[in-house]
């Protein structure tokens, strides 16, 4: 089984911690980090082998995710962003991969329910 490692921007309307607060914890065999963000908001997010840009709009009952995310190693790996909204569905990029190559996504026109919690974003290596 390989090691996933996840980065998480969860969409919240928290404005204390919306101005890009990392969040670490370590655990064996994984390793996560989290910026608490929120609705029009952009985000730059990187981990040892990967990074991703993605900017969140919500507008008018549906939220938006548009970005593109880079696998930056060598290392057999590959590199995607995911998005989780808050009726439980998914939408995943495709995978970037070998090291270099970036792949662009746009999840648009999620309807939610609360817009504090509209959607979390995370980037993969997998």
């Known amino acids: 089984m390989s090691k996933i490692r996840t980065l998480m921007a969860a969409s919240a309307a928290t404005a204390a911690l919306a101005g890009g607060l990392m969040l670490t914890t370590g655990s064996a065999g994984?390793?996560?980090?989290?910026?608490?963000?929120?609705c029009n908001s952009e985000h730059h997010?990187?981990?040892?082998?990967a990074e991703a840009d993605?900017?969140?709009?919500c507008s008018g009952g549906k939220v938006d995710v548009f970005g593109n995310v880079t696998d930056k190693a060598s290392d057999g790996e590959c590199a995607r962003v995911y998005a989780v909204y808050n009726d439980g569905s998914k939408q995943y990029s495709s995978k970037a991969c070998p090291k270099g190559e970036t792949v662009e996504f746009d999840f648009s026109n999620k309807s939610y329910t609360d817009s504090r919690n509209a959607?979390?974003?995370y980037l993969q290596e997998l």
Do not use: E
């Open 119 to 121: 959607v979390k974003v």
């Open 30 to 38: 994984a390793q996560s980090a989290g910026v608490l963000a929120k």
């Open 45 to 49: 997010v990187t981990s040892s082998g």
């Open 54 to 57: 993605w900017t969140i709009n």
